[in-house]
């Protein structure tokens, strides 16, 4: 059974979380190998969007080098490099190399993550997510992505035309006679869309009513957020900030809601919320809360690992390491539901 | 008077919104040098992070009023359509990466938001970047601070028209000198943008990263230090590419868009 878009959406924002907080070499391995084994394990919709493993190897060697020739800070010299060369020059230390692999590691995490969401979720799909209230942006971006492979043909078509004509593309202008049929082509197409749209009825008024109740509220609401803002920062008064900030984005929420109840939205195909969902979005929660909530009870220390000076052993919480295997939950929930599922 | 009120109300969003944008992308600038006893507060080591999520909201806010005035069934056909063509572009520079920094997109945003005006070149923008991340697998934390910049590079692009309305260019060379300097211009600026949302984030040469407690001088200094070092040959790349792209097929393209712009203004009116 795959899980609901939501609960991918909120093991992703738990991923990204837990890769956001720490350095800790341990820690991110846990992560990196949990994002490993969901992205291989877990039912695919579709499988196209796999970054290639040298993309991997560059983003590691590159965040390392860079690290290592610019930051010339650390007690255990590699070896050094003329003072007169700009910027490059100077020492090169193991502390800055570990320190730009580590924050390599973090990027990779980041890629993978939204790779397997990309995976396990359609585009339809992601689409589905946006709130009624945008459901005109919704209907942009699925023609968008409907008319993707009629484009791609009429690409095809339009090269062809152009080399029985003899046409062949040499230098930047010889682009000008396949760009301007692709996008006449496309004008057109977008032309008798749009008169089968109108003779349907959709959006029958060509300005749509815009209610000034609603625009207050949009204003208020990034008031209050940009001045709620600035009294936490300048004034250093969190509690009125973060109020006022509330306020504001629930100001925004509850004017996208209203929106959002004037269009109506129906559904061809219901996706279901089941126990599994359930269970991942909870624990993916508690997981980011537990990362994230300013409570002094929690020993988090070992989360912040910091190479510099000099070098040495990373710090390691057993329930902490035990605390980022939540990261499993969609394919352990998939494992109890139906093992046979696993990987295909 | 409903229609003036509506009128203010949109122009506020508009400025808000854009206004909390610049805030988000230049507060390594300013945030040292706000009053000191700030520099040492609780919540100024979480501001960037607490300043992405207001960025997202008002973001949203924005969507909401810009789709509000902007979207009829026509506008909607025809943005999904320029949408797709222009992703579309984005995939194949993915496959085959053109020089330095260089996107094909920007042309058309530019074009676009020119002829049919700042709304519908914002939305072109934001929603290709966002339909060709779909498409080429390139969603990521990076996305919203894409879409509002490119959404700005059409948002912008009207501004050219006093000019070219002034020199009684429209339809010339000089309007295309226009549009290719524009073009020029916001490659440029997009890389400047998007490098400054990561900025505060990365860790390097003191001369070169932010750091809390320094001068606005000093932190504009240490950005130009990274610009240059990093992303200026990058950039330049993107920006001539934009401007040869806009000079190859600026002229046509604009004609194609302006003849479609007048066949686009048809109604039906029922017979009863």
Redesign the interface.
């Known amino acids: 059974m795959k899980l609901h878009p939501l609960a991918w959406v909120a093991w992703l924002l738990s991923t990204l979380v837990a890769l956001s907080v720490t350095r800790n070499p341990l820690y991110l391995l846990i992560v990196l190998l949990c994002i490993a084994i969901v992205g291989n394990l877990s039912p695919k919709s579709q499988t196209r969007y796999k970054l290639p493993t040298a993309l991997f190897v560059l983003l590691l060697v590159t965040s390392c080098c860079f690290n290592a020739l610019t930051v010339h800070y650390g007690n255990s010299v590699l070896f050094r490099l003329p003072e007169w060369i700009p910027v490059v020059g100077g020492v090169i230390t193991l502390e800055a190399a570990l320190y730009g692999l580590l924050n390599g590691c973090v990027l990779i995490g980041f890629l993978l993550a939204f790779q397997v969401i990309m995976q396990v979720i359609t585009s339809q799909e992601l689409v589905g997510l946006l709130p009624p209230a945008f459901y005109p942006i919704a209907v942009v971006v699925t023609i968008a992505l409907g008319f993707v492979p009629t484009t791609i043909q009429q690409i095809g078509k339009i090269r062809d035309a152009q080399a029985i004509r003899g046409h062949r593309l040499q230098g930047w202008r010889d682009w000008l006679p396949l760009w301007m049929p692709l996008l006449i082509g496309g004008l057109e197409r977008a032309f008798q869309l749009a008169e089968a749209m109108v003779a349907r009825g959709f959006a029958s008024n060509d300005r749509p009513k815009q209610i000034i109740g609603d625009q207050i509220a949009l204003v208020c609401g990034m008031l209050l957020l940009l001045a709620g803002w600035f009294v936490r920062l300048v004034w250093g008064l969190g509690g009125v900030g973060i109020g006022a900030m509330l306020i504001g984005a629930l100001l925004i929420g509850l004017t996208l809601w209203r929106i959002g109840k004037r269009s109506p939205r129906s559904h061809y195909r219901t996706r279901r919320w089941h126990l599994n969902d359930s269970i991942v979005l909870l624990a993916s929660l508690l997981f980011a809360g537990l990362l994230l909530a300013p409570l002094d009870l929690l020993d988090r220390r070992s989360l912040y690992y910091y190479p510099y000076p000099e070098l040495s052993l990373p710090e390691f919480q057993t329930w902490l390491g035990l605390c980022f295997l939540c990261l499993l939950t969609p394919i352990v929930v998939s494992l109890l539901n139906n093992p046979k599922e696993i990987g295909s | 008077m409903?229609r003036l009120?509506?009128s203010s109300?949109?122009i506020?969003?508009y400025l808000?919104?854009s206004?909390?944008g610049v805030?988000a992308f230049l507060y390594p600038f300013f945030?040292p040098v706000?009053?000191a006893?700030?520099m040492n507060?609780?919540?100024?080591n979480d501001?960037p992070l607490?300043?992405s999520?207001?960025v997202v909201?008002?973001f949203?806010?924005l969507?909401?009023?810009i789709?509000?005035?902007q979207?009829?069934?026509?506008s909607?056909?025809?943005?999904?359509?320029?949408?797709?063509?222009n992703?579309?572009l984005r995939?194949i520079e993915v496959a085959v990466p053109g020089p330095g920094g260089f996107s094909p997109i920007f042309c058309l945003i530019i074009l676009v938001g020119y002829i049919y005006g700042g709304r519908f070149g914002f939305?072109m923008g934001t929603?290709t970047l966002?339909?060709s991340a779909?498409?080429t697998?390139g969603?990521?934390?990076w996305l919203p601070y894409q879409m509002f910049s490119a959404g700005w590079a059409g948002m912008s692009a009207p501004l050219c028209r006093p000019l070219v309305r002034l020199l009684r260019a429209e339809g010339k060379q000089a309007e295309l000198w226009l549009l290719m300097l524009f073009g020029f211009l916001w490659g440029m600026l997009y890389g400047i943008i998007m490098n400054l949302w990561f900025w505060p984030f990365?860790?390097?040469?003191a001369d070169?990263y932010w750091q809390y407690g320094i001068s606005l001088w000093a932190g504009i200094q240490r950005y130009l230090a990274f610009y240059l070092?990093t992303s200026l040959l990058w950039d330049i790349a993107a920006a001539c590419g934009n401007a040869?792209?806009i000079a190859?097929?600026g002229l046509?393209?604009l004609r194609?868009?302006r003849r479609?712009q007048a066949?686009?203004h048809?109604?039906?009116e029922p017979l009863v």
Request: hydrophobic content about 65%; overall charge positive; some cysteine.
């Open positions: 409903t009120v509506q109300l949109s506020a969003i808000l919104a206004l909390i805030v945030l706000l009053p006893a700030t507060s609780a919540h100024s501001a607490v300043l999520i207001v909201l008002c949203i806010a969507l909401v009023e789709q509000g005035q979207l009829s069934a026509k909607v056909a025809l943005l999904g359509v320029l949408v797709a063509i992703s579309l995939f939305m929603l966002f339909v779909l498409i697998g969603v990521g934390p990365v860790s390097g040469p070169q070092a040869l792209l190859v097929v046509p393209t194609a868009l479609f066949r686009f048809f109604h039906y």
